[in-house]
């Protein structure tokens, strides 16, 4: 039987713990990607959508319905992964081998994609937690304004100050690297 989000939470209350892993299993991808958004790092993801679902086991009880369990878990998620990046507060690279383009040409496409691909995501890792979260939660899970404010704790106001700020922020990075490599290769 195919029950509901809500459904399937009275029967967790009522002592049915496998119908916590169906709420697992309908939710761990959309919750790993996210947390892999914010963290860009595979282990900590998992490490964090585990902790993610646990928490969210032991306060099930607390969850009061205002929302759809979905917001619920992703609140929970996006301050988890706040906290891990204020406790990190490092920065992931990617090694990009030595390759050959002159012999293959999509190799260089391809690492060209791949540079713009790691600026961008250096950018997004840049910005202040909040905006990071407003910009993952719009731009990669296509989240409105108001399911994002509902996860973050604060008003649609709050929340579309924080992304115009997150893209203003992108476009000025992304401008100031792009000149810096600029810069670099006019004095080769």
């Known amino acids: 039987m195919n029950y509901s989000d809500f459904e399937l939470i009275d029967r967790v209350l009522s002592g049915n713990r496998f119908s916590f ?9 959309s919750v790993y990607f996210l947390t892999y958004r914010m963290v860009h790092d595979h282990e900590d993801a998992a490490d964090l959508s585990q902790e993610t679902f646990l928490k969210a086991y032991q306060g099930l009880r607390k969850f009061k319905r205002q929302s ?14 706040i906290n891990h990046l204020r406790k990190k507060r490092s920065r992931q690279y990617v090694e990009l081998e030595n390759t050959h383009s002159v012999e293959h040409p999509e190799i260089l496409e391809d690492l060209e994609l791949e540079e713009l ?40 106001g709050t929340v579309k100050a924080n992304y115009f700020h997150a893209i203003r922020n992108l476009r ?9 490599e600029e810069d670099i290769q006019h004095e080769m």
């Open 21 to 29: 892993e169906e709420l697992v299993n309908r939710y761990k991808k």
């Open 68 to 81: 759809s369990f979905h917001t619920w878990l992703y609140r929970i998620t996006v301050n988890l992964c």
């Open 117 to 156: 691909q790691t600026m961008v995501s250096d950018a997004v890792n840049e910005l202040p937690e909040k905006q990071r979260a407003a910009v993952i939660l719009r731009i990669y899970h296509g989240l409105s304004h108001k399911e994002i404010s509902d996860i973050l704790g604060c008003s649609v």
């Open 172 to 180: 000025k990075s992304l401008q100031f690297r792009k000149d810096v």
